[in-house]
């Protein structure tokens, strides 16, 4: 190794004269001067040499040199010593050494932030102050340890986010909600903020997702979606009184402010707090000045709440007619069947639930739900054999709810045992003059054929 750095050293020596005589000044405040030029550009040689090596104890010192010295001198002032120290903090069994480091650690994102201009003029590819912010929020709370200032790094973290938006690295997402829960834990005044991070974490991490077609960023951003939500809906204060305390008294002070209400409808939904007053406050301010299909869904919940059926289904047939996305249609019918089902207006219940099949065949809950609507109902005639065959009617939609969706395998089975009890003997149907294998035709509101096994 010895010999490649000093062959290095030597071309760098002779290229000296030849780099200051084209670039004049310019270069100079890059590398210095005379002496101070060659003697960083062999810092520079020898500190890279040890990075490669893993060798970060010897690469500190002419590191820091060159630092110091000359910090216009290249981009990988400032990469090569991140890495330096984040290994001399990872190596160190000194608290008070590791503190220097740190402090250290700080000092290269600052000062990277400071020339960042004359950074990125050296390369193809410049970085944003975001991004070094995200940074030095994240190495805070990796080497910082118990005794991270969680108010500071906050501060950084928020100011990162806030300049990066949709284009932050995927661990900025996550370190901003462990940042916000971290100050909830000490300050519960923090709440509001905690729930107002949450949502501009995770809009912008679903835009960032939606927007990449790298398969590696693509799995980097699920994650830190699916831990951004983690942290959001496991702080165990999110709870649906928390939201009602919170947002009640304020949706009245902001019926015409748009933005406002459509995030308290969002989180509301999230949390599935449909059923809280200022829920229904938002949604219907919010759809009285723009309906969608959420407004129009919140409006439909409250009237059910009320017991006004009639008004809460035209409201939930504004939600489906207003939704572009066929799953979220067939969900709004599928929430519109529930709530006609509750008056046990069974026929038309099931006319929502097939609706919601028809934008997507393989919801398994819809036909759970009209299997349980059969079931509810199977006194349709006078013989009781006959009537018994209904849980035949609703078995096939069990059997069928499972063949387009595993997921709901197990409550499916489950229904099928129990509605299996109910189904007529072989006895009772012999005197009707049926038997195993005969199809019969359900009366009543079902209509429908099943076969007798």
């Not at 989180?267 to 599935?272: A, P, Q, Y």
């Not at 349709?380 to 063949?403: H, M, P, V």
């Amino acid at each position: 190794m010895k010999m490649k750095m000093f062959t290095m050293l030597a071309v760098l020596s002779l290229g000296t004269t030849a780099v200051f005589a084209q670039k004049g000044v310019e270069d100079g405040s890059r590398f210095g001067h005379g002496e101070d030029s060659l003697r960083c550009l062999q810092n520079i040689s020898i500190y890279t040499e040890y990075v490669k090596t893993n060798n970060f104890k010897d690469a500190y010192t002419p590191w820091k040199a060159v630092f110091t010295e000359a910090p216009l001198a290249q981009v990988g002032t400032y990469t090569n010593g991140a890495k330096i120290l984040r290994a001399l903090i990872a190596e160190s069994k000194d608290a008070a050494q590791q503190k220097t480091y740190l402090n250290e650690l700080m000092s290269v994102h600052d000062q990277r932030i400071k020339y960042l201009d004359q950074l990125n003029g050296l390369v193809r590819n410049p970085t944003t102050k975001g991004s070094i912010l995200g940074m030095k929020a994240h190495d805070l709370i990796v080497f910082s340890g118990p005794n991270l200032d969680v108010n500071t790094a906050y501060g950084i973290e928020k100011e990162a986010v806030d300049l990066e938006k949709e284009n932050a690295d995927y661990f900025m997402f996550q370190d901003m909600m462990d940042l916000s829960l971290r100050k909830l834990k000490a300050d519960n005044t923090h709440k509001e903020q905690f729930i107002q991070d949450y949502l501009t974490v995770s809009g912008y991490a679903d835009a960032a997702y939606k927007a990449t077609t790298a398969e590696k960023t693509k799995k980097l951003l699920k994650t830190a979606k699916d831990n951004v939500d983690a942290y959001f809906i496991n702080s165990g204060t999110a709870t649906c009184e928390d939201m009602q305390s919170i947002y009640g008294p304020k949706v009245a002070q902001n019926k015409s402010n748009l933005d406002y209400l459509k995030q308290v409808i969002s989180v509301m939904e999230i949390l599935k707090c449909t059923n809280e007053e200022a829920y229904f406050q938002a949604s219907e301010a919010a759809h009285a000045i723009e309906p969608t299909a959420a407004t129009a869904l919140g409006c439909g919940y409250m009237y059910y709440k009320k017991g006004d059926i009639n008004k809460s289904v035209s409201y939930f047939d504004e939600a489906i007619e207003l939704e572009q996305d066929p799953m979220e249609k067939a969900e709004n019918c599928y929430k519109a069947a529930i709530a006609i089902m509750s008056q046990k207006m069974y026929g038309k219940a099931r006319q929502y639930a097939n609706k919601a099949l028809s934008y997507n065949p393989n919801m398994g809950k819809a036909y759970i739900l009209i299997a349980q609507m059969y079931a509810a109902s199977p006194n349709w005639g006078d013989e009781a054999a006959l009537n018994k065959c209904t849980y035949f009617a609703a078995i096939d939609k069990l059997q069928r709810a499972k063949s387009v969706d595993p997921s709901v395998a197990e409550e499916a089975n489950k229904l099928i045992g129990s509605y299996s009890a109910y189904t007529p003997k072989d006895e009772d149907l012999f005197f009707l003059g049926l038997k195993k294998g005969d199809s019969v035709t359900i009366g009543g509101w079902i209509g429908e054929t099943t076969t007798i096994r």
